[in-house]
Protein backbone atom coordinates (compact mmCIF):
# COMPACT_ATOMS: atom_id res chain seq x y z
CA UNK A 1 0.00 0.00 0.00
CA UNK A 2 0.96 3.31 -0.80
CA UNK A 3 1.35 6.42 1.51
CA UNK A 4 -1.73 8.43 1.64
CA UNK A 5 -0.13 11.28 0.43
CA UNK A 6 1.96 11.79 -2.67
CA UNK A 7 5.46 10.63 -2.29
CA UNK A 8 8.38 13.45 -3.92
CA UNK A 9 12.15 11.85 -3.28
CA UNK A 10 13.04 8.74 -2.66
CA UNK A 11 16.35 7.59 -1.01
CA UNK A 12 18.15 4.54 0.74
CA UNK A 13 19.90 4.11 3.71
CA UNK A 14 22.89 5.77 4.20
CA UNK A 15 26.10 3.69 4.79
CA UNK A 16 27.15 4.78 8.22
CA UNK A 17 30.00 3.71 10.94
CA UNK A 18 29.60 6.42 13.32
CA UNK A 19 30.85 6.43 17.15
CA UNK A 20 28.09 6.57 19.73
CA UNK A 21 25.08 6.01 17.74
CA UNK A 22 23.47 2.10 16.48
CA UNK A 23 25.57 0.77 14.05
CA UNK A 24 23.22 -0.55 10.98
CA UNK A 25 23.78 -3.87 11.25
CA UNK A 26 22.08 -3.14 14.86
CA UNK A 27 18.29 -4.65 14.89
CA UNK A 28 17.14 -1.97 16.88
CA UNK A 29 17.95 0.50 14.18
CA UNK A 30 16.63 1.14 10.68
CA UNK A 31 17.39 -2.00 8.57
CA UNK A 32 19.99 -1.70 6.33
CA UNK A 33 17.97 -2.03 2.79
CA UNK A 34 15.30 0.82 4.31
CA UNK A 35 14.08 3.64 1.42
CA UNK A 36 13.31 6.86 2.87
CA UNK A 37 9.70 8.37 1.27
CA UNK A 38 9.63 12.36 1.31
CA UNK A 39 5.61 13.03 0.89
CA UNK A 40 3.32 15.61 0.52
CA UNK A 41 1.97 15.09 4.34
CA UNK A 42 5.25 17.07 5.45
CA UNK A 43 6.59 13.26 6.29
CA UNK A 44 9.12 11.03 6.02
CA UNK A 45 8.35 7.39 5.97
CA UNK A 46 10.42 4.04 5.19
CA UNK A 47 10.06 1.07 2.95
CA UNK A 48 12.08 -2.31 2.88
CA UNK A 49 12.31 -3.13 -1.07
CA UNK A 50 9.78 -5.99 -2.06
CA UNK A 51 7.74 -5.28 1.17
CA UNK A 52 3.69 -4.94 -0.12
CA UNK A 53 3.44 -1.72 1.84
CA UNK A 54 4.90 2.04 3.37
CA UNK A 55 6.07 1.26 7.35
CA UNK A 56 3.09 2.73 8.91
CA UNK A 57 4.74 5.00 11.35
CA UNK A 58 6.63 7.75 9.59
CA UNK A 59 10.65 8.07 10.62
CA UNK A 60 10.39 12.02 10.48
CA UNK A 61 7.13 13.88 11.01
CA UNK A 62 6.16 17.17 11.11
CA UNK A 63 8.70 18.88 8.86
CA UNK A 64 7.54 22.07 7.79
CA UNK A 65 6.00 21.34 4.10
CA UNK A 66 5.58 18.61 1.95
CA UNK A 67 8.92 17.32 1.88
CA UNK A 68 9.82 17.63 -2.40
CA UNK A 69 13.66 16.31 -1.57
CA UNK A 70 15.95 13.83 0.37
CA UNK A 71 19.73 13.02 0.15
CA UNK A 72 22.38 11.31 2.09
CA UNK A 73 25.80 11.25 2.99
CA UNK A 74 27.35 8.49 5.12
CA UNK A 75 25.64 8.40 8.39
CA UNK A 76 23.10 11.30 7.89
CA UNK A 77 19.67 11.85 5.75
CA UNK A 78 19.17 15.61 4.68
CA UNK A 79 16.12 16.31 4.21
CA UNK A 80 14.00 19.53 2.94
CA UNK A 81 10.35 20.87 3.64
CA UNK A 82 9.64 23.89 1.83
CA UNK A 83 12.20 26.05 2.75
CA UNK A 84 13.65 24.31 5.71
CA UNK A 85 16.86 22.01 5.39
CA UNK A 86 17.25 19.52 8.40
CA UNK A 87 20.00 16.80 8.94
CA UNK A 88 19.28 13.63 10.75
CA UNK A 89 21.87 10.77 12.05
CA UNK A 90 20.14 8.03 10.50
CA UNK A 91 21.78 5.31 13.13
CA UNK A 92 19.73 6.00 16.10
CA UNK A 93 16.81 3.81 16.86
CA UNK A 94 14.38 7.04 15.84
CA UNK A 95 16.77 9.39 13.21
CA UNK A 96 17.86 12.38 15.84
CA UNK A 97 18.18 16.19 13.87
CA UNK A 98 21.48 17.42 14.49
CA UNK A 99 21.40 20.38 12.08
CA UNK A 100 18.71 22.65 10.84
CA UNK A 101 18.48 26.13 8.82
CA UNK A 102 16.36 27.82 6.63
CA UNK A 103 16.53 29.18 2.90
CA UNK A 104 15.10 31.89 1.14
CA UNK A 105 13.31 30.00 -1.48
CA UNK A 106 11.26 26.42 -1.34
CA UNK A 107 13.95 23.33 -2.18
CA UNK A 108 13.23 21.38 -4.86
CA UNK A 109 15.90 18.81 -5.03
CA UNK A 110 19.03 17.80 -2.62
CA UNK A 111 22.12 16.06 -3.75
CA UNK A 112 25.05 14.88 -1.76
CA UNK A 113 28.59 13.87 -2.03
CA UNK A 114 32.15 14.26 -1.20
CA UNK A 115 31.59 15.98 1.76
CA UNK A 116 29.26 18.71 0.71
CA UNK A 117 25.20 19.10 0.20
CA UNK A 118 23.58 21.04 -2.26
CA UNK A 119 20.16 22.53 -2.69
CA UNK A 120 18.52 23.37 -5.85
CA UNK A 121 15.66 25.64 -5.53
CA UNK A 122 12.27 26.24 -7.01
CA UNK A 123 13.29 30.03 -8.01
CA UNK A 124 16.20 28.66 -9.89
CA UNK A 125 19.04 29.20 -7.29
CA UNK A 126 21.77 26.97 -6.12
CA UNK A 127 23.41 26.74 -2.60
CA UNK A 128 26.10 24.44 -1.45
CA UNK A 129 27.64 23.58 2.20
CA UNK A 130 30.13 21.53 3.38
CA UNK A 131 28.42 18.40 6.05
CA UNK A 132 30.90 17.93 9.16
CA UNK A 133 31.47 13.91 8.84
CA UNK A 134 31.12 13.15 12.96
CA UNK A 135 28.31 16.12 13.90
CA UNK A 136 26.32 16.48 10.43
CA UNK A 137 26.59 20.48 11.37
CA UNK A 138 26.25 22.41 7.60
CA UNK A 139 28.54 25.58 6.76
CA UNK A 140 27.46 27.68 3.73
CA UNK A 141 30.15 27.38 0.96
CA UNK A 142 28.31 29.70 -1.89
CA UNK A 143 25.23 30.11 -3.69
CA UNK A 144 24.05 31.52 -6.99
CA UNK A 145 20.83 33.48 -6.97
CA UNK A 146 19.17 33.12 -10.65
CA UNK A 147 21.86 30.08 -11.40
CA UNK A 148 18.42 29.43 -13.43
CA UNK A 149 15.42 30.89 -15.08
CA UNK A 150 13.28 28.55 -14.04
CA UNK A 151 12.80 25.56 -11.49
CA UNK A 152 15.72 23.20 -11.20
CA UNK A 153 14.53 19.95 -12.09
CA UNK A 154 17.37 18.01 -12.12
CA UNK A 155 20.58 18.16 -9.68
CA UNK A 156 23.63 15.66 -9.54
CA UNK A 157 27.46 15.85 -8.33
CA UNK A 158 30.04 14.07 -10.18
CA UNK A 159 34.17 14.57 -10.39
CA UNK A 160 34.55 17.30 -8.86
CA UNK A 161 31.18 18.95 -11.21
CA UNK A 162 27.51 19.80 -10.17
CA UNK A 163 25.01 19.51 -13.03
CA UNK A 164 22.03 21.52 -13.33
CA UNK A 165 18.93 21.00 -15.35
CA UNK A 166 15.93 23.58 -14.84
CA UNK A 167 12.43 23.95 -16.58
CA UNK A 168 14.20 26.83 -18.34
CA UNK A 169 15.57 24.33 -20.89
CA UNK A 170 19.64 25.22 -20.17
CA UNK A 171 21.56 22.37 -18.96
CA UNK A 172 24.64 23.88 -16.78
CA UNK A 173 27.81 22.66 -15.17
CA UNK A 174 29.77 24.21 -12.25
CA UNK A 175 32.94 23.81 -10.06
CA UNK A 176 31.58 21.28 -6.80
CA UNK A 177 33.72 23.28 -4.38
CA UNK A 178 32.62 26.83 -5.28
CA UNK A 179 29.61 26.67 -7.75
CA UNK A 180 31.81 28.90 -10.13
CA UNK A 181 30.42 28.37 -14.07
CA UNK A 182 32.37 25.62 -16.18
CA UNK A 183 29.92 25.23 -18.78
CA UNK A 184 26.24 25.33 -20.15
CA UNK A 185 23.82 24.74 -22.71
CA UNK A 186 21.60 27.11 -23.32
CA UNK A 187 18.58 24.71 -25.25
CA UNK A 188 19.17 21.30 -24.12
CA UNK A 189 15.33 20.49 -25.10
CA UNK A 190 14.67 21.49 -28.54
CA UNK A 191 13.19 24.96 -27.34
CA UNK A 192 11.33 23.61 -24.38
CA UNK A 193 11.45 22.68 -21.17
CA UNK A 194 13.82 20.22 -19.29
CA UNK A 195 12.18 17.84 -17.04
CA UNK A 196 14.28 15.18 -15.74
CA UNK A 197 18.40 14.59 -15.74
CA UNK A 198 20.50 11.11 -14.70
CA UNK A 199 23.76 9.76 -14.96
CA UNK A 200 24.50 6.28 -16.29
CA UNK A 201 26.79 3.70 -14.74
CA UNK A 202 29.15 4.63 -17.71
CA UNK A 203 29.27 8.39 -16.46
CA UNK A 204 27.06 9.30 -19.75
CA UNK A 205 25.09 12.53 -18.63
CA UNK A 206 21.34 11.83 -20.25
CA UNK A 207 18.23 14.75 -19.96
CA UNK A 208 14.79 14.45 -21.19
CA UNK A 209 12.63 17.43 -21.76
CA UNK A 210 9.67 18.51 -23.94
CA UNK A 211 11.10 17.69 -27.21
CA UNK A 212 10.28 13.94 -26.27
CA UNK A 213 13.92 13.09 -26.61
CA UNK A 214 16.40 11.30 -24.72
CA UNK A 215 19.85 13.02 -24.68
CA UNK A 216 23.26 11.92 -24.51
CA UNK A 217 26.14 14.23 -23.24
CA UNK A 218 29.54 14.40 -22.87
CA UNK A 219 29.51 15.67 -19.58
CA UNK A 220 33.77 16.73 -19.25
CA UNK A 221 32.42 19.18 -21.85
CA UNK A 222 28.48 19.11 -22.43
CA UNK A 223 28.36 18.21 -25.73
CA UNK A 224 26.22 16.02 -27.60
CA UNK A 225 28.01 12.17 -27.53
CA UNK A 226 29.44 11.56 -30.58
CA UNK A 227 28.16 8.80 -32.19
CA UNK A 228 24.72 8.75 -30.04
CA UNK A 229 21.67 10.20 -31.11
CA UNK A 230 18.58 11.61 -29.64
CA UNK A 231 16.35 8.47 -29.04
CA UNK A 232 12.81 9.57 -29.73
CA UNK A 233 11.11 7.15 -26.91
CA UNK A 234 8.34 9.19 -25.60
CA UNK A 235 4.83 10.55 -27.88
CA UNK A 236 4.62 13.53 -24.81
CA UNK A 237 6.56 15.65 -22.54
Not at 171 to 188: I, K
Request: aromatic fraction near 8%; hydrophobic fraction near 40%; proline fraction near 7%.
Amino acid sequence: MAPARPPFDLFDQPAARPSGSLPPSDSRGQPANTIFCGNAAKQVVTWQPLQPSFNEAPVLANQNGWVRALATYDKFVVSAGGRTVRVWDATYVKPKRVAKLEVRTEVAILTAGSGRVYAAGADGSLRAWSIDRDTGALSELAAVEGAHKGRVVGLRRHKGRLYSASADGVLRAWCADDLAPVAHVGDAAGGGKLHCMAFAGNGVLYTGGDDCLIRAWDPATLTPLPGCEPLAVHTSA
